[in-house]
Nanobody, 123 residues
Framework: QVQLVESGGGLVQPGGSLRLSCAASGSIATINRMGWYRQAPGKQRELVAAISIISGGSTNYADSVKGRFTISRDNAKNTVYLQMNSLKPEDTAVYYC???????????????WGQGTQVTVSS
């Protein structure tokens, strides 16, 4: 079992910045990737950014956030961050932390989710 606790959401004006944090606990040694997803009202949940835990920390980003958002990790604190700069109204959504664990026995991954944190970009 993996538990994820997010923090750092809030209301910010367009062009502003926020940093989200996600602290992982439990069976953290089983995690091979962590990431941030978001879901806006009436839309599907989408991947924002992800970082590998086991292969040198490689990252990937949604095209809509490249150059504005940065995902990073602090292994000592078992925490992943999402630094969000130059925020736009279309970034408004509930942001969810994700931890992916491979289940070797069935050849699939299992996803753990945080409770979500609201990010609102508005003037």
């Amino acid at each position: 079992q993996v538990q994820l606790v997010e923090s750092g959401g809030g209301l910010v004006q367009p062009g502003g910045s926020l940093r989200l944090s996600c602290a992982a606990s439990g069976s953290i040694a089983t995690i091979n990737r962590m990431g941030w997803y978001r879901q806006a009202p009436g839309k599907q949940r989408e991947l924002v950014a992800a970082i590998s835990i086991i292969s040198g920390g490689s990252t990937n980003y949604a095209d809509s956030v490249k150059g504005r958002f940065t995902i990073s990790r602090d292994n000592a604190k078992n925490t992943v961050y999402l630094q969000m700069n130059s925020l736009k109204p279309e970034d408004t959504a509930v942001y969810y932390c994700n931890a992916r664990v491979p289940i070797v026995a069935i050849g699939r991954d299992y996803d753990y989710w945080g409770q979500g944190t609201q990010v609102t970009v508005s003037s």
